[in-house]
């Protein structure tokens, strides 16, 4: 009699050597953490999380060879150990023969940006990430979005929503000229498109279109190896290729790169500033000594750099990857059965939650996905990320908010940190939050600050400011 094969799912390539224990705590207790941190997820402390979804920023599970690396740190103020081994380990991954160290993603973006542009110059992206468009809008430039519109529909499920628009990126050269195209920046996984990838074959058009005019092509290699890891699994002729080769052959189109290394590279803190353009990084040198530290050590330690070093070697390794980006589809193959709206396809780093599907009731004004990471919290102390109309901040020219049309919410996973159990904890109070939606009330931004508001901003329930409006109208 034939039998049906059994199916053979995958597992983390790793054990479990040191763990660090979670705290559960009350509804009662949350509802106070949550109203006392102003209803932003960010202000709330670690403490009073059970789940951390928050990011997957600096918050990975570093590998036994990388705390033992941490030990040979060389911590020299000049020439350590460490940064020669990052150094040929950015030459032999990303491919870049100059590099300077940097504390983390955000610094190296403030140095290219000082670098490539002058007032008035034009930055094309495949969408715009928090940190980024800031630095370019500090050096006097204007990002301007060339990414295709099914990256701004949430339920398209486009295999490369990080693709560049061809035809947007042409009529923006058109238009402002070549020689007011700084460069063009584009993502691996574009986090706020909801962690969706370009694939090589949009990448080759866009090197051949900047080739064609003069036009340098920058790399946010952030979360490089999940976009690699999809260009295997989605993209003919990628298939037999290793995620190594395939991050080489994604490198060599760009001029430069920028890495938060808190992401890919598995460790707590670092970034990269890395081009095979020699004026560029003669530039580079000199500025991060002003902003940084030495060009050795870039704001880090010897010890960090090597843990950098060594999680770079890791971040290729195929059993690595695809659990990372397998443990985020089961969450969110589990929120779909629960019939949960989440972006599509799933992300490579992050479940992005569709807070304006689910809060159809709450106008873009009370902030629905703000809202629904407040709840979920609230809910069950699973910590995420609102990635909306708050994070999306002002026009700097008008001064108007910017609602963008994804209005969402982050489960983030830290690699090598949680099981699936965790997952299935977090699913279940995503899957209660939504059972019990129409009850959930919108928010008032109370406090907005200049910048990146999203990290220090605060709220009220819109039902609690019209009842203290009411009671301060009583008291005069
Ligand atoms: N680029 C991308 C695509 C990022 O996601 C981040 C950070 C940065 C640059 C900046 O790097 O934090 O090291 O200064 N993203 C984090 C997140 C904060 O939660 O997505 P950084």
Known sequence: MATKPIKRSWAEPFKIKVVEPLVETTRRHREKAIRAAGYNTFLLASRDVYIDLLTDS?????????????????????????????????ARFYGMPFFVP??????????????????????PGNMYFTTTRLHQELAGGTFVDVSIDAAHEPANPHPFK???????????IRKVGAKKIAYVSMAGTVNMAGGQPFSMENLRQVAALCQKHGIRLWFDATRACENAFFIQ????????????????TMCAYFDGLWVSAKKDLMVNIGGILATRDREVFEKARNLVVVYEGLHTYGGLAG????AMAIGMEEMVAYENIRARVKQVEYCGRQLEKYGVPIVQPIGGHAVFLDAQAMLPHLPREQ???????????????????????????????????????????????????????HIDVTVESVANVHANRERVRGLKMTYEPQYLRFFQARFEPVAAMRKRRAATARAR
């Open 367 to 421: 902030f629905p996905a703000q809202t629904l990471a407040a709840a979920i919290y609230a809910d069950s102390g699973v910590r995420s990320m609102e990635r909306g109309a708050v994070s999306s901040g002002r026009d700097p020219r008008t001064g108007k908010n910017i609602y963008p049309r994804l209005e969402l919410v982050r489960l983030t996973f830290p690699r090598r940190v949680y099981t699936q159990a």
């Open 303 to 306: 010890r960090d750099m090597e």
């Open 162 to 172: 990080g693709n560049v628009d061809l035809d947007k990126l042409a009529a923006l």
């Open 233 to 248: 699994e989605r993209e003919a002729g990628w298939g037999r290729h290793s995620i190594a080769g395939i991050l080489h």
């Open 102 to 123: 940097t504390h983390q993603g955000r610094a190296a973006e403030h140095l290219i940006s000082r670098i490539l542009i002058k007032p008035g110059d034009y930055i």
């Open 58 to 90: 600096g918050t990975n599970a570093m590998s036994d060879r990388q705390w033992a690396g941490m030990m040979v740190g060389d911590e020299a103020y000049a020439g350590s150990e460490n940064f020669y081994h990052l150094e040929a380990n950015v």
